[in-house]
């Protein structure tokens, strides 16, 4: 009865969401509405294009938000945005995220996917989304400019310990395009293409993507895909970052960060703000090795 009672809610939140853009944004703007509605509407009006539209649900949006949006768009050729948004998550009374996923085409060649996260709350009885730079992609801090380079050779292509691909839509992305500056296909003459983006008063670009052509090198990390998966699920809708590391070895298994940049390796923190490793038993009991 209650897997039958999970499905018939799941069904009628379908046919709420099934609403039509345009009805659901009218709704939301008489009523103080609901995160549902306000997501609807917020991916409604990005999908037009309406980037005023989506200005007008955020809650105190930056001066710059339209020209933040049209800066990503213009510097890779932006020829269209997919958007296929997740379950709603309520986190508190007041508070609620939602996972999505971004699909752009650059250049009418290249196809860049991934993942973030909507932030929504009640401000002043009414539900708006939270907005930061993190919502256009979750490696920004602030407004940027933004670059599709040309690499000097096709990139590697990296795979976890155990040979399985890695996740090209995650918060492990970032990472994986610094590692494929250090790596690369140099005994062919081929060239691959890279995401770059400079944020604030400038500085050296920072690598966000890379493609790259077929057949390209396999290098193997200490990466594992599942406890990969489980970080970036633990830190989902936060301000945080996750290094889960193999005691024994040092091995790094998984990196999920939303801080920005690459601050789970390069930040510094206060003491005590990391967590420990934590040994302990019980008579008739042992870890598992």
């Known amino acids: 009865m209650r897997s039958r009672g999970v499905l018939i809610l799941a069904g009628m939140l379908a046919v709420v969401l099934a609403v ?20 609807r509407d ?15 649900l955020v809650a105190d949006p930056p001066h ?12 890779l ?42 932030e929504l ?47 090209d839509t995650g918060l492990l992305q970032p990472y994986i395009a610094a590692l494929s500056e250090n790596f690369g296909d140099t005994e062919n003459d081929t060239s691959g293409r890279a995401v770059d983006v400079v944020e604030g008063g400038g500085g050296p670009p920072r690598r966000l993507a ?23 699920k633990t830190i989902s809708g936060g301000t945080a970052a ?8 040092g091995e790094v298994l998984a990196v999920a960060d939303r801080l920005g940049g690459s601050n789970a390796f390069l930040g510094s923190y206060p003491p005590g703000s990391s967590f420990k490793v934590i040994s302990g038993g019980r008579r008739g009991w042992s870890p598992p090795s």
């Open 20 to 39: 039509g853009g345009v009805a659901a944004f009218t709704l939301s703007r008489r009523s103080p509405g609901s995160p549902e509605l306000v997501s």
């Open 42 to 56: 917020y991916f409604a009006a990005w999908r037009s294009g309406s980037l005023n539209g989506m200005a007008e």
């Open 64 to 75: 710059d938000f339209v020209e933040q949006h049209r800066a990503l768009s213009r510097g």
């Open 77 to 118: 050729t932006v020829v269209s945005v997919g958007l296929a948004p997740g379950p709603l998550v309520p986190r508190s009374p007041d508070r609620a995220h939602q996972e999505f996923t971004v699909t752009r085409n650059l250049g009418g060649r290249l196809t860049w996917t991934f993942r973030s996260t909507l």
């Open 121 to 167: 709350g009640l401000v002043k009885d009414r539900w708006r989304i939270l907005w930061r730079p993190a919502t256009l992609h979750p490696a920004l801090t602030g407004p940027a400019v933004w670059t599709l380079a040309e690499t000097e050779a096709a990139p590697a292509a990296f795979t976890d310990r155990k040979g399985r691909a890695l996740p």
């Open 210 to 232: 890379v493609f790259g052509a077929e057949g390209a090198e396999r290098i193997r990390t200490t990466l594992d895909r599942g406890v990969q998966d489980a970080a970036e």
């Open 242 to 249: 996750l290094v889960a590391v193999r005691p024994s070895t």
